[in-house]
Every structure is written in C-alpha cells, then in structure tokens.
C-alpha cells in the first residue's frame, strides 16, 4: 500500500476512508492487502491512496476518486467482494468506511 501523500487533482472528487483494527496475525492478509491495492489502482476513476497501520493493528486506508460511480464499481468488483469477505470472516476485529466528497484541499509547508 502507499505510504505516501497521494497525488490529487483539484476538488470536488471522493474519498472512501476504510478504519479497520486487525482481529490478529494472518499469512494471507498482506498478500491480499498489496493485490486490492494493485487491482484498486487499475480501476477507473481511481486517482490514489494512503494507508498507515499501528502496532497494535488499528489502521487507516483513504483512497480516492474521481465520482461515486468509480466508488460504485470498486465495491461491486468481484475480486474485491471476495476479499471483503475474507476480512469480515478472517481479519478484522472491527471496520468502519466512510465515503465523503472532498470540497476542498491543501497542504503544506
């Protein structure tokens, strides 16, 4: 997953944030993670990502797009169907997903 600020375009466009806590350790949990990260990327509408997980397996992926009908589709994408439900079975305690549309945007320094 991206470990970096993400490269968006000027607003309006949509973010998915997905807060997850880890159940525990699992072989195939990065695996899958690094695949929908790849699949998510070749998806239209996709325009980036940023992810962070703590020690204790609380973690964070905010990924962007261009309209909710890019949203639509990475939901409804079978690979990624099948790896949700690994994770409701297998690898989270607990998860939230927010979807908002960003109206505006900075950084800095």
């Given at each position: 997953m991206n470990t970096r600020f993400a490269k968006t375009p000027e607003p309006p466009y949509y973010v998915v944030v997905f807060a997850s806590q880890r159940a525990g350790a699992d072989e195939d949990y990065d695996a899958t993670a690094a695949a929908m990260f790849r699949l998510a990327q070749d998806q239209p509408g996709f325009l980036g990502a940023e992810s962070a997980?703590?020690?204790?397996?609380f973690g964070i992926t905010v990924v962007y797009f261009a309209d909710e009908a890019a949203i639509k589709a990475w939901k409804?994408?079978?690979q990624?169907?099948?790896?949700?439900?690994?994770?409701?079975?297998r690898w989270y305690a607990r998860y939230t997903v927010k979807v908002a549309k960003v109206e505006r945007a900075y950084s800095g320094p």
């Open positions: 997980r703590d020690a204790s397996g409804e994408n079978a990624h169907l099948a790896a949700q439900k690994l994770g409701r079975e």
